[in-house]
């Protein structure tokens, strides 16, 4: 493959996501302003709605947009198929709800998403979570590569419960380099895959260890 190519390539993906790259939403966006902090603790056989913050809907408008062109690229016969496939790979925009959401499976009896607090609070919850996430990609014009992932939990009154959270953040070494092979820029790409699935499995531990608590909480109180 030579290198035009792959800068052709990265021309179009800096032009076409460099106005999407999401921004962190402020805080408040992010989290309800609890009255106080809620004694409940959080169990297994709870209840649990979603409510995605702005930071989340903004990631996954930037993911999408990058995945796209990272498909239509791959489509050029002129491009590596390692390098094709190793962006596309890494910005799939289901790949960290799709965990987030399986995560919350795993350690709550029910786990619904809703799109409004109003529908969320009526289903009459034990829990609320607001989940909020945040992802970078590598472009031209970027070689920090982040992956942010925090679910904050609140009870039925919208009053904190506490918060599960994973995150890892890199400086890549640019792939823009003329004569670096195909298999070296391919692996580079797909730290990207690798970095966001660690903070995945950060976030994972972390859920566990909150509800492990809450559990032993309940038990130890009755």
């Known amino acids: 493959m030579r290198i035009s ?30 009255i106080a902090d809620s004694a409940l603790s959080l169990r297994n056989a709870q209840s649990v709605v979603v409510l995605y913050s702005e930071n989340t809907v ?10 796209a062109v990272a498909v239509n690229g791959a489509k050029n016969p002129q491009m590596d198929p390692q390098i094709a496939k190793a962006f596309v790979d890494s910005s799939d925009p289901l790949r960290a709800l799709n965990w987030l959401m399986a995560s919350l499976q795993k350690q709550f009896a029910s786990v619904t998403v809703y799109d409004n607090l109003d529908a969320a609070v009526q289903a ?6 607001m989940l909020d996430t945040y992802s970078r990609l590598v472009s ?11 679910a904050r939990f609140y009870d039925s009154n919208l ?64």
């Open 58 to 67: 903004n990631t996954q408008q930037y993911l999408e947009s990058y995945h």
């Open 159 to 222: 009053q904190y419960i506490g918060q599960a959270e994973g995150s890892r953040a890199k400086q890549m070494p640019s792939v823009w380099v003329h004569g670096k092979p195909a298999p070296q820029i391919a692996a580079q790409i797909n730290q990207q895959t690798e970095l966001q699935e660690h903070a995945l499995k950060q976030f994972d531990a972390s859920l566990k260890a909150l509800v492990t608590t809450g559990n032993m909480d309940h038990v130890a109180s009755n």
């Open 140 to 150: 031209k014009r970027n070689n920090q590569v982040e992956a942010r992932f925090v």
């Open 124 to 129: 009459h919850p034990d829990v609320v979570v």
């Open 5 to 34: 190519t792959l800068l052709a390539f990265v021309a179009v993906l800096t032009g076409s996501v460099a106005a999407t790259v999401p921004a962190v939403a402020a805080d408040q966006s992010c989290h309800f302003p609890p």
